[in-house]
Nanobody, 114 residues
Framework: VQLQASGGGLVRPGGSLRLSCAAS????????MGWYRQAPGKQRELVAT???????NYADSVKGRFAIARDNAKNTVYLQMDSLKPEDTAVYYCYAGVTVPTYWGQGTQVTVSS
C-alpha cells in the first residue's frame, strides 16, 4: 500500500487547511485510516482516525476543530482543520492499516503562524 499526502502549508491562527491522503496498492487490507502529527522535539501523536464504517476518533486537542472524512470509492482520507492554532504546527502523517497503523505517507508540513 502506498499513501500520498498533500495539502499542508502556512496559515495564520484561526485559519483553515484541508489535508488529503490517497491510498493505492493492496487497498483491500485497509480498515483504518487517519492522521498522526509530530511537532519539533515532541513524540508523534494521534490526531484522528476513521474506520471503513465511518466511525471516527479524535485527540482531545482537536475535537470540535478538526474533521476527518473518508471516500472509500477513492481510497482517500481527508482532514479538515479549522480554527488552527500555533500549537497545531507539526508534520502531519497519514496512515492506513487493519487494526494498527501499518502504512505511512510521506508527511506534510502544517505551520500556523502570524
Amino acid at each position: 500500500v502506498q499513501l500520498q499526502a498533500s495539502g499542508g502549508g502556512l496559515v495564520r491562527p484561526g485559519g483553515s487547511l484541508r489535508l488529503s491522503c490517497a491510498a493505492s496498492g493492496s487497498i483491500l487490507a485497509i480498515y483504518l485510516m487517519g492522521w498522526y502529527r509530530q511537532a519539533p522535539g515532541k513524540q508523534r501523536e494521534l490526531v484522528a482516525t476513521i474506520a471503513r464504517t465511518g466511525t471516527t476518533n479524535y485527540a482531545d486537542s482537536v475535537k470540535g476543530r478538526f474533521a476527518i472524512a473518508r471516500d472509500n470509492a477513492k481510497n482517500t482520507v481527508y482532514l479538515q482543520m479549522d480554527s488552527l492554532k500555533p500549537e497545531d504546527t507539526a508534520v502531519y502523517y497519514c496512515y492506513a492499516g487493519v487494526t494498527v497503523p501499518t502504512y505511512w505517507g510521506q508527511g506534510t508540513q502544517v505551520t500556523v503562524s502570524s
